[in-house]
């Protein structure tokens, strides 16, 4: 089994960098590739970014692009999302998972573990 745990988020203002943090822990982490995924009230949870075991990035969405940067730490079991010029429409819940793979993917039902996820709130 593999345990994620998100932490930072909270309420921003516009144009405020936030960074969340995604620790992975347990028997079965080893290897596994990690994205963050992000929901709002009444939309379909989309893919945000992913890094792959190695440290391959990719992005899900073009809004982020440029603005949003995707790591893993040294010890590879901490992924982090920084994120810049926070804009009103990133508000969502933003949740980490990963999957038995070193490769990154897109699709939420590809993963296999999840996050309890982490509030992002916008201050108008």
């Known amino acids: 089994q593999v345990q994620l745990v998100e932490s930072g988020g909270g309420l921003v203002q516009p144009g405020s960098p936030p960074r969340l943090s995604c620790a992975a822990s347990?028997?079965?982490?080893?290897?596994?590739?990690t994205g963050w995924f992000r929901q709002a009230p009444g939309k379909e949870r989309e893919f945000v970014a992913g890094i792959s075991w190695i440290g391959g990035m990719m992005y899900g969405l073009d809004s982020v692009q440029g603005r949003f940067a995707i790591s893993r730490g040294n010890a590879k079991n901490t992924v982090t999302l920084q994120m810049n010029n926070l804009q009103p429409e990133d508000a969502a819940d933003y949740y980490c998972?990963?999957?038995?793979?070193?490769?990154?993917?897109?699709?939420?039902?590809?993963?296999?573990?999840w996050g309890q996820g982490a509030q992002v709130a916008v201050t108008p």
């Open positions: 347990g028997p079965s982490f080893s290897r596994n590739s």
């Open positions: 998972a990963a999957q038995d793979s070193e490769g990154v993917v897109t699709i939420s039902g590809e993963y296999d573990y």
